[in-house]
């Protein structure tokens, strides 16, 4: 199966050339997407001789995996893992999510959510967004809100993202039980380089909100 | 003697048509467009000197007074403001996201051809 990694990327200078190559080791196609940047992300990725697909301005999480997933599957993607800038999982974990999607359309992962590590808004934040999961889709994932996941091209197609920003974990999770996607779950080691990167509190109001959305919306 | 909201009533008539007459100067507003604020602010002026033409509408509404029948014109008019504010928000949004992904991956497909 001809598997791209995509690579979101905002501000991430100290740690983008490390993660491409780390994942290169497992990925030969690697595609990064530098969500306009102010720091020296573009030029440490070029750095490393991938593909590096440059937003003019920043857009959002969301629409840096659409770019670089679209990019993927116009060059021949079959598969795509999607894993974040700032080191914060293992490139070495991506042979066990290929190997678990031979059986699936997408590979969740799921950190250690009673690791000490994790900051407790996250944890909290966690348990309310996988509760309302289950109630409106009927699916339970332990961790909708981990960036590394897996999928096949052809899930990629099926899901029709919307979202721009850090909704795009809860859309993807959420279109999986609403198109019955065959999905699994795998766990990984995470590194919290940043406490205070990823979702916050609004986002998750705005998540809930959304999941509404994406259950009534056709 | 003229109440003091009549007086404020007409000031900012005069405002709104000075303003818009403006824009029209400018070019940044069509004659259309001129016209249609120019006849708002003479509405509103009119009705600001002859409030006694609110009567019937007040009346078969129900309103109290002539000021609560402009109170919730005004709540109207906010809500259809903000309603068409975020629509063109949403969809100037949309649009530069759409632009500014098209051209990240152009760019680079130009790049390849080379």
């Keep these: 199966m001809k598997t791209f990694a995509v690579i979101p990327a905002h501000n991430e200078e100290r740690h983008i050339a490390q993660v491409i190559r780390e994942t290169r080791k497992y990925c030969r196609d690697v595609v990064v997407v530098d969500d306009g940047s102010r720091d020296k992300t573009p030029e440490e990725a070029k750095k490393a001789g991938i593909t590096v697909l440059r937003h003019a301005i920043n857009l959002g999480k969301g629409a840096a995996l659409r770019t670089g997933s679209e990019y993927s599957i116009r060059h021949g993607a079959e598969a795509i893992v999607f894993i974040d800038s700032d080191g914060q999982h293992s490139p070495a974990d991506i042979p066990r999510l290929l190997k678990e999607l031979e059986g699936a359309d997408i590979v969740f992962t799921y950190r250690n959510l009673r690791s000490a590590h994790m900051p407790l808004t996250k944890k909290f934040g966690n348990l309310v967004l996988n509760t309302l999961l289950k109630l409106l889709f009927g699916i339970r994932i332990i961790d909708t809100q981990c960036g590394f996941k897996a999928m096949t091209s052809k899930a990629y197609k099926t899901l029709r993202l919307i979202s721009s920003d850090y909704n795009i974990e809860s859309e993807i999770a959420a279109k999986t039980g609403k198109y019955r996607l065959r999905f699994r779950q795998a766990p990984i080691e995470t590194i919290y380089n940043d406490r205070y990167k990823g979702t916050t509190p609004i986002d998750g109001i705005k998540i809930a909100m959304m999941m509404l959305w994406w259950k009534f919306s056709r | ?114």
């Design chain 2, 1 to 114: 003697m003229p109440l003091g909201i009549q007086v404020l009533g007409l000031v900012f008539s005069a405002f709104i048509l000075y303003l818009s007459f403006l824009y029209y100067k400018k070019k940044e507003f069509t004659l259309t467009e001129w016209g249609f604020w120019a006849l708002f602010a003479a509405l509103f002026a009119t009705v600001s000197i002859f409030p006694g033409l609110l009567d019937p509408i007040v009346t078969n509404l129900n309103l109290g007074r002539k000021l609560d029948f402009f109170i919730i014109l005004g709540f109207m008019f906010l809500i259809a403001a903000t309603f068409y504010t975020y629509r063109i928000t949403r969809h100037t949004d949309k649009r530069v996201e759409e632009l500014v992904r098209k051209m990240a991956i152009e760019r680079e497909e130009k790049k390849r051809n080379k």
